[in-house]
């Protein structure tokens, strides 16, 4: 998870409730969920332009 904090950061983005989904730990054929959590419509903004096709130059 630290890998996803650090490459959210490169972007400008934080996730304050970033986290393992406690549920999803304890069931034996699922890997366990990240939790993404609620986000304000600025972060979510950033991520769309993080996550974007880059064209090349």
């Known amino acids: 998870m630290a890998e996803l904090v650090r490459a959210l950061a490169v972007h400008g983005v ?3 409730s970033l ?3 406690g549920s999803s730990m ?3 054929f699922v890997p366990p969920l990240i939790e993404l959590g609620r986000v304000t419509e600025e972060t ?4 769309i332009q993080a996550l974007a096709p ?3 130059q």
Do not use: E, M, N, V
């Open 14 to 16: 934080s996730l304050p």
């Open 19 to 21: 986290g393992l989904d």
């Open 26 to 28: 304890y069931q034996p």
């Open 44 to 47: 979510a903004r950033k991520i």
């Open 54 to 56: 880059r064209t090349p």
